[in-house]
């Protein structure tokens, strides 16, 4: 239950970084994508329906505060937690390298996940480079702000006595 409370905690306050205060700064591109670290670490430490619906809660969540199609989160952060838990199934991801290019392999999937989305519900139209180098710097910054973002949740179930 404890590490439930510190999920939705950091889950509220990524999205409070994330949908308010990253893009109301002035000189950043690319807005650090946090509730995609989330469900990275839910699909690495939570293998279980309690994690992929943690994952779709998040996307749902992000699909109501964003604005944008709903549902197209909620379907890119499902794809990401099945990718990712596919992936952690067999190797072991808990800090640095692994968990950073983890979550680039999770930028990625969510790119592809949301572009499928938004061709199904969306006229037909050119998927231009634009949207393509977004999606990628998005995933890189993703995979750069993961270490800090496993760290702070490791700190936090510690505080709360979560093991």
């Known amino acids: 239950m404890r590490s439930a ?18 893009p109301s700064l002035p000189g950043l591109p690319v807005v650090p994508d946090l509730i995609l670290v989330l469900a990275v670490y839910l699909g690495v430490a939570h293998q279980t329906i309690g994690g992929a619906a943690g994952a ?25 937690y099945l990718g990712v838990r596919f992936v952690a199934r067999h ?16 930028g990625l999937v969510r790119g ?11 006229a037909p139209g050119p998927f231009g480079q634009h949207a393509m180098g977004a999606g990628l710097a998005g995933a890189a910054l993703a995979a750069l702000v993961a270490p800090a973002v496993f760290a702070a949740l490791a700190w936090e179930k510690r505080l709360l006595g979560v093991t």
């Not at 190797?91 to 999770?106: I, K, N, S, Y």
């Not at 592809?112 to 519900?121: F, G, P, T």
């Open 5 to 22: 409370v510190a999920l939705a905690v950091a889950a509220v306050a990524a999205m409070l970084l994330q949908t308010t205060i990253f």
């Open 56 to 80: 779709f809660l998040l996307g749902y969540f992000l699909d109501t505060f964003s604005g944008t199609l709903l549902g197209q989160n909620a379907f890119a952060l499902s794809a990401v």
């Open 91 to 106: 190797l072991w991801f808990e800090r640095g390298l692994p968990v950073m290019a983890l979550a680039f392999f999770g």
């Open 112 to 122: 592809v996940a949301a572009a499928a989305a938004a061709a199904l519900a969306a």
